[in-house]
C-alpha cells in the first residue's frame, strides 16, 4: 500500500497544524478548564469528535486515512482528546452506528459526540475474566423488558458514567458458549443497580464492582439481535484495537524516559551512559516501531475495505508489556529516589509505573490477547 499522501490528504493535514497552531501555542496549558472548554467546542464545530463516524448520525464522514492523519498530529501536539466520552467514541458509538436501531441512533449518539454523557463496559465477572464468553450475568425476558441479575467487575469509569453497555446471558440452554448473549444498553441510575469503586494501588479508584440485582432494562434498550451480544461486543472491541495513533504517545514517554536517564546519575555519570539501560531503551524503541509497522498493515486492510481481524491483539500485547516495562525502567533510573512519591517532576514516573492496570486490563488482558493470537493468528488448538 502506498502511503504517500494525496493533495487532498496534505491539505488536510495542513488545516490541522494550523488550527493547532492556534489553539496550542508554545506555553499554553492544556489542562486549563477554560482553554478545555473552548477546545472541545472548536473541534465539534469543525466535526473532528466522531470524525470517521457518518455524516448523517453528526460525524465528519472523514475517511481512514484522514482520521489517521488527525490523531498522529493530535497525538504529537499532545493535544488534548477529541471530545469527552471516550468509551462513547471508542467503541460504543459505534456499535450503535452497526447494529443500533434509527431510534437508538438518534437517542445516544448525540449525546457521545456532544460530550453530555459518560458510558462504561459491563463485560468481565468475577469468574469471567480471561474467558469472557463464561460469563453468568443472566437476563429474562418479563414482557417489554429484560431482569437483570448478577455481577461485574474492573468496570471502568463506572462511579460518574450514566449508561453502561453490558452483556448478560439470556438463553442459558444455548449450545455454544457464545450464543445465548445478548448485549443490552442500561441506565446507570436504574432501581436495583450498585456500584462500588475498587480503589488500586496508584490511589485512584477507575474501577469498579457493579452488582445487578433485578434491574429492569426496556427490550428497546437492546443492541442488536437477542443472543447476539457477542457478535456486537467483537465488532466493538475492535474499534478499540484497530487505532495506531497510541504509538505516538509510547514515543513520547520514550523520549521522556531518555531525558529522564540523561538527567539522572548512575555510578557518578549520566544514566543514560549505562550500557543496560541503553539496551533496554532501544528495545523499547525497537518494539514501537514493530508496533507502528503493525499498525501501518491493519490500517493497509482497512484501506482496502477488509475487516481487521484478531492480529489487532498484537499491538494491545505489545503496549500492555512495554507500560509496564517503561514504568519499571523509570523507577529503576531514579534509584533510591523511585520510592518517593513527589521526589523528582511531582511523582510523575511513580504514577506512571503504578497506573498500567487501566492500559493493561482495559479491553482484555494480555492473557486473552495471547488466546486470540494462539488460536486465530496462529491457528493453536484451544486454551
Not at 523507577?331 to 487501566?358: C, H, M, N, T, V
Request: hydrophobic fraction near 40%.
Amino acid at each position: 500500500m502506498d502511503f504517500h499522501l494525496t493533495p487532498d490528504e496534505q491539505a488536510f493535514r495542513d488545516e490541522v497544524r494550523a488550527f493547532l497552531d492556534e489553539l496550542l501555542p508554545p506555553g499554553r496549558h492544556p489542562s486549563d478548564p477554560e482553554f478545555l472548554s473552548t477546545w472541545q467546542r472548536r473541534v465539534r464545530e469543525k466535526r473532528w469528535v466522531g470524525f470517521s463516524w457518518p455524516r448523517e448520525v453528526g460525524g465528519g464522514g472523514g475517511s481512514i486515512m484522514q482520521q489517521v492523519i488527525l490523531k498522529e498530529e493530535m497525538a504529537k501536539r499532545r493535544a488534548p482528546a477529541l471530545g469527552t466520552c471516550f468509551m462513547g467514541l471508542a467503541w460504543v458509538g459505534p456499535a450503535i452506528i452497526e447494529y443500533g436501531t434509527e431510534a437508538q441512533k438518534q437517542r445516544f449518539i448525540p449525546d457521545i459526540l456532544d460530550g453530555k454523557v459518560q458510558w462504561c463496559t459491563g463485560y468481565s465477572e468475577p469468574g469471567s475474566g480471561s474467558d469472557l464468553a463464561s460469563l453468568q450475568c443472566r437476563a429474562v425476558r418479563d414482557g417489554d423488558h429484560y431482569v437483570v441479575s448478577g455481577q461485574k467487575i474492573w468496570t471502568s469509569i463506572a462511579m460518574w458514567s450514566q449508561w453502561m453497555i453490558l452483556l448478560v446471558r439470556s438463553d442459558p440452554a444455548a449450545q455454544g458458549k457464545h450464543d445465548g448473549i445478548t448485549c443490552l444498553l442500561v441506565e446507570m441510575d436504574s432501581p436495583g443497580l450498585t456500584v462500588r469503586p475498587i480503589r488500586n494501588m496508584s490511589g485512584t479508584s477507575i474501577f469498579a464492582e457493579v452488582f445487578l440485582d433485578d434491574v429492569r432494562v426496556p427490550i428497546e434498550q437492546r443492541l442488536g439481535a437477542e443472543g447476539e451480544g457477542w457478535k456486537v461486543t467483537v465488532s466493538a472491541l475492535a474499534h478499540e484495537r484497530s487505532s495506531i495513533a497510541e504509538v505516538e504517545g509510547l514515543l513520547r514517554k520514550l523520549d521522556e524516559l531518555v531525558e529522564l536517564a540523561r538527567a539522572s546519575t548512575k555510578n557518578g555519570r549520566p544514566a543514560l551512559d549505562d550500557d543496560g539501560i541503553r539496551r533496554r531503551i532501544a528495545r523499547f524503541e525497537t518494539r514501537i516501531a514493530a508496533m507502528r509497522m503493525n499498525g501501518m498493515r491493519f490500517l493497509t486492510k482497512q484501506l482496502k475495505g477488509e475487516p481487521l481481524g484478531a492480529d489487532t491483539s498484537i499491538n494491545k500485547l505489545h503496549r500492555a508489556a512495554l507500560e509496564i516495562e517503561m514504568g519499571d525502567l523509570a523507577l529503576e533510573i531514579q534509584g533510591s529516589d523511585g520510592a518517593l512519591e513527589k521526589e523528582i517532576d511531582g511523582g510523575r514516573w511513580q504514577r506512571f509505573a503504578l497506573s498500567w492496570p487501566e492500559v493493561v486490563i482495559g479491553g482484555g488482558t494480555p492473557n486473552i490477547q495471547r488466546n486470540i493470537i494462539a488460536e486465530r493468528v496462529l491457528g493453536l488448538p484451544k486454551d
